[in-house]
């Protein structure tokens, strides 16, 4: 079964750090880009971060200099770094593998496995 299977979420103060697992089964994770994506109440899923097959990744400006996405391929596992975190990165965090190639990353509509989320909540 092909399944992407978040953890690392959790309660955190402001300026505090968690790191993110976005562990795969069923695929490997160097053979497709992988994205992060973050769902806030009330609000729509909103794209973060990605990491290629080659490794290169990308941010959205909210989360620049802050976040870092890498990868293990032999844990076959995508890492979200989240660094000096504020109030506004409470969200629902999921990661996604992107299937449709000619799609931009931050479209969500360019993936077809998700996980199933992992809450992080960030205290002021």
């Known amino acids: 079964q092909v399944q992407l299977v978040e953890s690392g979420g959790g309660l955190v103060q402001a300026g505090g750090s968690l790191r993110l697992s976005c562990a795969a089964s069923g695929l490997t994770v160097s053979t497709y880009s992988i994205a992060w994506f973050r769902q806030a109440p009330g609000k729509g899923r909103e794209p973060i971060a990605t990491?290629?097959?080659?490794?290169?990744?990308d941010y959205v400006d909210s989360v620049k200099g802050r976040f870092t996405v890498s990868r293990d391929n032999a844990k076959n596992t995508v890492f979200l770094q989240m660094n000096s975190l504020k109030p506004e990165d409470t969200a629902v965090y999921y990661c996604a593998k992107k299937l449709r190639l000619l799609y931009m990353w931050r479209d969500p509509n360019a993936y077809d496995i998700w996980g199933q989320g992992t809450q992080v909540t960030v205290s002021s």
């Open positions: 990491i290629s097959t080659s490794g290169s990744t």
